[in-house]
C-alpha cells in the first residue's frame, strides 16, 4: 500500500534458526513482536509503531528436499529436522524432480518465485498463486487463496515457532486452517513442505497466462493496494454477491479520502493513487464497511491487518 510510518526496531533474521533467536529475544524482554512478511496484506499507522517488528525479507530461499544418503528418502520430516536445511550436509542432491515433487521454502520465499521455481520444476497445482505477492510465511498466516483454492492445500508440514519459543511441525489436520485464516494464532512460520502434483511446464505455463489475464482484467493490479480490504460474506446472506459487488452495489467504486480510494475496477480494493496517508486508507475503509452495513445490514469483516499501536 506504501502508507504508514517506521517502526521502532526491526530484525531481519536470516535463517529459521536466527528467526527463533528474534523472536525468543523478544519475549525474554516482555515484547511480542510483529511478524512482517511481503506486506502484501497489510496497512501500518503512520508515525513511529512502538515495539520490533520482525521482517523474513532475508529469510528468501526455496530448495528441494535432499533425499538421505542411504536412498531410503524421508516421508516423515518429523523425524527428520534436517530435512529443512537448504544445505545437504552428508546427503546427495535429489535425483529426478519428477520423483519428488515436493519444495521446502523459508518463511520469507516470495510467493511469486514459489510459482516461478514451481513452474520450471513441472511441478502442478500451484499456478492460481500467481499474481499474488507476498512471502511464503505471510501466504501461509493468512491462508492465501481465491477460486482456485487456497495454499494450505498444497502444504505438507509447516515448521512454526511455537508459545514456548520451540520449533513444532504441523500438518494441515492439525492445524485445520480456515478461509484466509492460517488459524496459527501467535505460531510464527519459519518453514513450509508443499507438495505438487507433476504436470508439462507448458500446461502449467499457459494456465498461469489465463489467471494472469482474468486477474488483470478485473484488479488494479499495478496500482498500490493491499489486496482485498474486506472478506467475503456468507453468501447466502448478500445473495451471492461478493464483498468487492457489495462495495460496488452501494455505489461505492471512486469514493476517495485524501489519495486513498476505492479502485473503479474492483469495489474490494483500496488504491494509493500517490500521497495518501495511513489516517486516510483506515478513514476510507470505515467509511465504506459503516455504508455497506447501513445500506445492506450486512457487517464486513475485515481481511486486511491493521497495526495500529
Ligand atoms: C495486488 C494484490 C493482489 C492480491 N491477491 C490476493 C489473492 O488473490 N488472494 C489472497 O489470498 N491474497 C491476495 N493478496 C493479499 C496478499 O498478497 C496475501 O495475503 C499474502 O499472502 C500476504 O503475504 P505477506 O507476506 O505480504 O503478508 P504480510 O502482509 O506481511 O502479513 C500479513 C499477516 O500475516 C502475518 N505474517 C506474515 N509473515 C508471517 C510469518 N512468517 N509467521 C506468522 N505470521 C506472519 C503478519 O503478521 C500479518 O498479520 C493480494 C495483494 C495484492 C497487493
Same mark, same amino acid.
Given at each position: 500500500?506504501?502508507?504508514?510510518?517506521?517502526?521502532?526496531?526491526?530484525?531481519?533474521?536470516?535463517?529459521?534458526?536466527?528467526?527463533?533467536?528474534?523472536? %525468543?529475544?523478544?519475549?525474554?524482554?516482555?515484547?511480542?513482536?510483529?511478524?512482517?512478511?511481503?506486506?502484501?496484506?497489510?496497512?501500518?499507522?503512520?508515525?513511529?509503531?512502538?515495539?520490533?517488528?520482525?521482517?523474513?525479507?532475508?529469510? %528468501?530461499?526455496?530448495?528441494?528436499?535432499?533425499?538421505?544418503?542411504?536412498?531410503?528418502?524421508?516421508?516423515?520430516?518429523?523425524?527428520?529436522?534436517?530435512?529443512?536445511?537448504?544445505?545437504?550436509?552428508?546427503?546427495?542432491?535429489?535425483?529426478?524432480?519428477? $520423483?519428488?515433487?515436493? $519444495?521446502?521454502?523459508?518463511?520469507?520465499?516470495?510467493?511469486?518465485?514459489?510459482?516461478?521455481?514451481?513452474?520450471?520444476?513441472?511441478?502442478?497445482?500451484?499456478?492460481?498463486?500467481?499474481?499474488?505477492?507476498?512471502?511464503?510465511?505471510?501466504?501461509?498466516?493468512? %491462508?492465501?487463496?481465491?477460486?482456485?483454492?487456497?495454499?494450505?492445500?498444497?502444504?505438507?508440514?509447516?515448521?512454526?515457532?511455537?508459545?514456548?519459543?520451540? *520449533?513444532?511441525?504441523?500438518?494441515?489436520?492439525?492445524?485445520?486452517?480456515?478461509? =484466509?485464516?492460517?488459524?496459527?494464532?501467535?505460531?510464527?512460520?519459519?518453514?513450509?513442505?508443499?507438495? *505438487?502434483?507433476?504436470?508439462?511446464?507448458?500446461?502449467?505455463?499457459?494456465?498461469?497466462?489465463?489467471?494472469?489475464?482474468?486477474?488483470?482484467?478485473?484488479?488494479?493490479?499495478?496500482?498500490?493496494?493491499?489486496?482485498?480490504?474486506?472478506?467475503?460474506?456468507?453468501?447466502?446472506?448478500?445473495?451471492? =454477491?461478493?464483498?468487492?459487488?457489495?462495495?460496488?452495489?452501494?455505489?461505492?467504486?471512486?469514493?476517495?479520502?485524501?489519495?486513498?480510494?476505492?479502485?473503479?475496477?474492483?469495489?474490494?480494493?483500496?488504491?494509493?493513487?500517490?500521497?495518501?496517508?495511513?489516517?486516510?486508507?483506515?478513514?476510507?475503509?470505515?467509511?465504506?464497511?459503516?455504508?455497506?452495513?447501513?445500506?445492506?445490514?450486512?457487517?464486513?469483516?475485515?481481511?486486511?491487518?491493521?497495526?495500529?499501536?
Amino acid at each position: 500500500m506504501r502508507v504508514g510510518g517506521r517502526v521502532e526496531w526491526f530484525l531481519e533474521p536470516t535463517t529459521p534458526e536466527e528467526l527463533r533467536s528474534a523472536v %525468543n529475544a523478544c519475549r525474554e524482554r516482555g515484547l511480542a513482536p510483529r511478524i512482517l512478511g511481503g506486506g502484501a496484506n497489510l496497512i501500518i499507522a503512520d508515525g513511529i509503531l512502538p515495539g520490533v517488528v520482525i521482517g523474513t525479507g532475508r529469510m %528468501n530461499r526455496l530448495f528441494r528436499i535432499w533425499p538421505a544418503v542411504d536412498g531410503e528418502g524421508s516421508s516423515d520430516q518429523e523425524q527428520d529436522p534436517s530435512a529443512w536445511s537448504a544445505e545437504p550436509s552428508g546427503r546427495v542432491a535429489p535425483a529426478d524432480p519428477a $520423483l519428488d515433487p515436493r $519444495l521446502v521454502g523459508w518463511a520469507g520465499t516470495t510467493l511469486p518465485s514459489l510459482v516461478r521455481a514451481a513452474r520450471d520444476l513441472g511441478y502442478g497445482g500451484i499456478e492460481g498463486v500467481v499474481g499474488i505477492p507476498g512471502h511464503l510465511g505471510g501466504g501461509v498466516a493468512m %491462508n492465501a487463496g481465491g477460486h482456485w483454492g487456497e495454499l494450505w492445500d498444497h502444504i505438507e508440514l509447516v515448521r512454526v515457532i511455537d508459545e514456548e519459543g520451540e *520449533f513444532l511441525d504441523l500438518t494441515p489436520e492439525q492445524v485445520q486452517p480456515g478461509y =484466509r485464516n492460517g488459524n496459527l494464532g501467535t505460531r510464527v512460520v519459519a518453514a513450509a513442505i508443499l507438495h *505438487f502434483e507433476p504436470a508439462p511446464k507448458a500446461l502449467i505455463e499457459q494456465r498461469m497466462r489465463e489467471i494472469l489475464r482474468e486477474k488483470n482484467a478485473v484488479q488494479p493490479v499495478s496500482e498500490r493496494s493491499a489486496g482485498c480490504v474486506f472478506k467475503n460474506p456468507d453468501l447466502e446472506v448478500s445473495g451471492g =454477491r461478493g464483498a468487492g459487488r457489495l462495495v460496488d452495489d452501494c455505489g461505492l467504486k471512486g469514493r476517495s479520502i485524501g489519495d486513498a480510494m476505492v479502485s473503479p475496477l474492483h469495489g474490494n480494493f483500496v488504491v494509493n493513487r500517490g500521497a495518501a496517508r495511513a489516517t486516510d486508507v483506515l478513514a476510507l475503509i470505515e467509511e465504506v464497511r459503516a455504508e455497506v452495513a447501513q445500506q445492506t445490514g450486512i457487517e464486513l469483516e475485515l481481511e486486511v491487518k491493521r497495526w495500529l499501536d
